[in-house]
């Protein structure tokens, strides 16, 4: 098959486009041929190395895939060959107690396609059973490659962590980016009062357009004294940061007393500092999130299957021009999602 490896971390060139031997699958695993692979900042990640991380080189690299079901491995019933599937990025052991609570994000042995094993920039990609989802009716293969790890880590953050209730107020930011994307939608949804920062009018027009009330531009207003005046003084219920050292002193001070700031990356940095009196005082939650459990994900499934949300694609590409589909990532162009697809 064909797949994109990644054999040492470094620049885009790092990513190689060769034939790899087709994975067959074992007993309770499925193999999905793929149509649509969804590109996430995680990947860029992969491919340039983190410190203090240690990625299993050579690795195929991709968390998010739309395709059908190409064979079955010995004892699974559910899905035959030709089933409209998705690939659930993420996956626990499925044996300890903390998945048996549903709780699999959690599990020490918690792995995600494309990171710690081989994923879905390829032709095909083998999981196990339990990973694999029913593609939502009507769907195409780009938009159901566009939402599993955006959405699912969005929906932990603001209903598993922040507990987020309507007529709430959150401030969400980097509003164009992928999980900012699926939080507006999964804010909105709740009835919550939507604020969003973002680095161009074209992505808080979009924005807008998703469900947001207002918009931040933070390059040229300080989007901490913004929040200030759009709210009364009173600050806003939620933050959704995962932007990090840019942005995390400010979005504790635009917390209203017992109000929650919920993290999961740091792109611009990972050294964080605030006023500890701020958060005392205020009675104030730092949480961080790392993904969501399986269940979530079937949640977000059927909101999608009823119409609550909508797959937000900024560009599809054939899986050969997976560098380009980087450097537009990277170089914070996009407004959703960046797709690349097989030709066969």
Same mark, same amino acid.
């Given at each position: ?14 990513? $190689? ?69 998705? $690939? ?115 992505? $808080? ?49 635009? $917390? ?89």
């Amino acid at each position: 098959m064909k797949a994109v490896v990644i054999r040492e971390h470094g620049s885009y060139d790092k990513l $190689l486009f060769e034939e790899r031997e087709t994975p067959e699958p074992g007993p309770g695993q499925v193999r999905i041929r793929v149509h649509a692979a969804g590109l996430n900042h995680l990947d860029t990640w992969v491919r340039r190395g983190v410190e203090g991380a240690k990625f299993p080189l050579p690795l195929i690299p991709g968390s998010d895939a739309a395709g059908i079901v190409d064979a079955v491995g010995p004892g699974v019933t559910r899905w035959v060959a030709g089933d409209a599937v998705i $690939l659930a990025p993420g996956m626990g052991c499925g044996e300890c107690a903390v998945c048996a609570t549903g709780q699999d994000q959690l599990c020490r042995r918690y792995a995600i396609f494309g990171e710690t094993c081989d994923g879905a920039c390829a032709d095909f990609v083998v999981c196990p059973a339990r990973n694999v989802l029913p593609r939502p009716e009507g769907m195409s293969d780009p938009e159901a490659a566009s939402f599993g790890l955006t959405f699912l880590t969005a929906w932990h953050m603001l209903v598993g962590r922040a507990e987020l209730r309507p007529h709430e107020t959150v401030l969400i930011h980097a509003a164009g980016s992928g999980v900012s994307v699926a939080a507006i939608q999964i804010a909105r949804m709740i009835g919550a009062r939507v604020l969003v920062t973002a680095g161009s009018e074209a992505k $808080l027009s979009k924005a807008k357009e998703l469900g947001a009330e207002e918009g931040i531009p933070y390059r040229e207003l300080d989007f901490a004294k913004e929040v200030r005046k759009l709210t009364a003084k009173r600050g806003v219920d939620v933050v959704i940061d995962h932007v990090g050292e840019e942005t995390f002193s400010r979005s504790v001070q635009c $917390l209203s007393k017992g109000g929650r700031l919920v993290t999961c990356g740091g792109t611009s940095g990972p050294s964080i500092a605030t006023d500890v009196r701020l958060v005392f005082f205020k009675g104030l939650s730092i949480l961080g999130s790392t993904m969501g459990s399986l269940g979530e994900l079937h949640t977000i499934v059927e909101h999608f299957r009823r119409g609550d949300f909508r797959p937000v694609i900024h560009s599809v590409l054939p899986m050969s021009e997976v560098r380009e589909g980087h450097r537009i990532l990277q170089d914070r162009e996009v407004v959703g999602k960046v797709i690349l697809t097989n030709d066969g």
